[in-house]
């Protein structure tokens, strides 16, 4: 069964950081991209990020929104992706998703972690 | 960026009837586009994906067409569970661009 699992959420100061990680299960996590997502409280979902996989050279894309602020990482041994948030801004509150694979539909999402960016 | 824009915002209908959902892309997407249901709490759940096909495990009931740039999602008989917020998604390139969503209300 493919898992994808969320964490490290949580109440973080405007200016800071936090670190995401997608934790998968139930396939081959090398063979995948991985994208983000997020959605701020009563609103719809924005594309954050993707990372392909190493085979086609471990490369990311970003949003406008998060450029320069967010990277997008991976650890194939633990089939682990990081979401790494800098510079935190009180509009990047929401809840933040992972998914399987990028440019395609997607069907594997985690359950979320929500982040809270308030002084 | 490719702008989805979806309509209605909002849909109230009585159990059993029709629901039509429009998705309109400002620009030709093709028929890369998937539909998702979102229900409060939870995650997106892939209903349709390259406009017309259904995912794994979803009802006949729901049902995609269109290609270019005007898309619907059509629930032949609502039900009950139905009642969510329902959005469109492209996958023509990125930014992969959502729609701002259609909520269905039962009656």
């Known amino acids: 069964e493919v898992q994808l699992v969320e964490s490290g959420g949580g109440l973080v100061q405007p200016g800071r950081s936090l670190r995401l990680s997608c934790t998968t299960s139930g396939f081959t996590f090398g063979d995948y991209a991985i994208s983000w997502f997020r959605q701020a409280p009563g609103k719809g979902l924005e594309w954050v990020g993707f990372i392909r996989s190493k085979v086609f050279g471990g490369t990311t894309e970003d949003a406008a929104s998060v450029k320069g602020r967010f990277t997008i990482s991976r650890d194939d041994s633990k089939s682990i992706a990081y979401l790494q948030m800098n510079s935190l801004k009180t509009d990047d509150t929401g809840v933040y998703y992972c998914t399987r694979g990028a440019l395609v539909p997607f069907e594997y999402w985690g359950q979320g972690a929500l982040v809270s960016v308030s002084s | 960026e490719i702008v989805l824009t979806q309509s209605p915002a909002t849909l109230s209908l009585s159990p059993g009837e029709r629901a039509t959902l429009s998705c309109r892309a400002s620009q030709s997407i093709s028929t890369y586009l998937a539909w998702y249901q979102q229900k409060p709490g939870q995650a997106p759940r892939l209903l349709i994906y390259?406009?017309?096909n259904r995912a794994a495990g979803i009802p006949a009931r729901f049902s995609g067409s269109g290609s270019g740039t005007d898309f619907t999602l059509t629930i032949s008989s609502l039900e009950s569970e139905d009642c969510a917020v329902y959005y469109c998604q492209h996958r023509s390139s990125w930014p992969q661009t959502f729609g701002q969503g259609t909520k269905v209300e039962i009656k």
């Open positions: 390259d406009a017309s």
